[in-house]
């Protein structure tokens, strides 16, 4: 941010915003952690007094933010969390993600409960060192998986490893293959998704295909079984992504009018209802099968794969037989 102080004037159709969701909606490059880090420091007066984070606007306030945040450093925090260890040696590892768990801290984090869970807090615990390219708080981070999205990850050791391995994604020579399953029928059989991935300008959390001058993004899809069940028609599909956009298969599959199951963001239903009960999903059903790259000390070619956790392969059980 720049240029203090700055003022804004909640209108009426802000009444009953808090202060932190009003200045994270004007300041559109400040994360809403910053944003309450400011009003912690006074650096935020609504009608020339300082106010909480969770003061609810009536309408017609002057707002007046006076400066920057105070930096904390971030870094990643080791910590004692189980990991699926796939593979190790001395310049990498494999490691089979689980789902509900987040790759890396945001750029907001702190050292607190913000900054808890995470696979790079795991892994700092399990290795002790990992490549600095990412920086501090996403060392030995090569690539990401969505939070909800459970599967294999590479993750590199030391700098040399990370910057080789790092070249073949941005060569696409890493093979990524997913699974995942999607309302309705999917045809053809096989196809490919080129359409280019932006930001959604409404909702910040989400990707759409719909707004022009995106990132490319390229994913391929084949159909390994089609499901009819009295929750209503499915296909469980194998995904391979050539680029590696944010959402990239969930916002590409809801593209074509098949969300994956579970992703209420992209359009899934909560809950799949029938005549005599429901069911839920409370993740996406969506998992990185597969991993194929080439060492980067050795080129051996190496491949990786997970079979589907038990909880998706339950799931799929239940709609496949009924």
Known sequence: MEDFPKTFLAG????????????????????????????????????????????????????????????????????????????????????????????????????????????????????????????????????????????????????????????????????????????????PDRGTISSSISRDRVRRTRMTTRRSGGREAITHYHVKERITSKYGKFTLLEVRIDTGRTHQIRVHLASLRHPVVGDALYGAPRELRAKDGMISLPRNFLHAAQLQFQHPRTDELMTFSRPLPEELEAFRRIIATH
């Open 12 to 187: 009426s159709a802000d009444s009953g915003k808090r202060l932190d969701q009003f200045l994270a909606g004007q300041l559109a490059e400040t994360s809403r952690a910053r944003v309450q880090q400011l009003i912690d420091e006074e650096k935020v007066l609504v009608n020339g007094a300082s106010v909480k984070a969770s003061f609810r606007l009536r309408g017609g306030e002057r707002i007046e933010v006076l400066g920057s945040p105070t930096l904390p450093p971030l870094r990643a925090i080791a910590e004692d969390i189980p990991l699926d260890i796939v593979y190790e040696d001395e310049d990498l590892a494999v490691v089979n993600k689980a789902t509900g768990m987040m790759v890396h801290a945001g750029a907001g984090a702190t050292e607190d409960e913000r900054n808890r869970g995470t696979l790079v807090n795991a892994l700092l615990h399990h290795f002790g060192k990992l490549s600095t390219v990412g920086g501090e708080l996403r060392p030995g981070i090569v690539h990401r998986l969505d939070k909800a999205t459970s599967g294999l990850i590479v993750v590199a050791k030391n700098d040399e490893a990370h910057r080789k391995l790092a070249a073949q994604f941005a060569r696409r020579k890493v093979k990524k293959t997913y699974l995942a399953l999607v309302h309705g029928w999917v045809k």
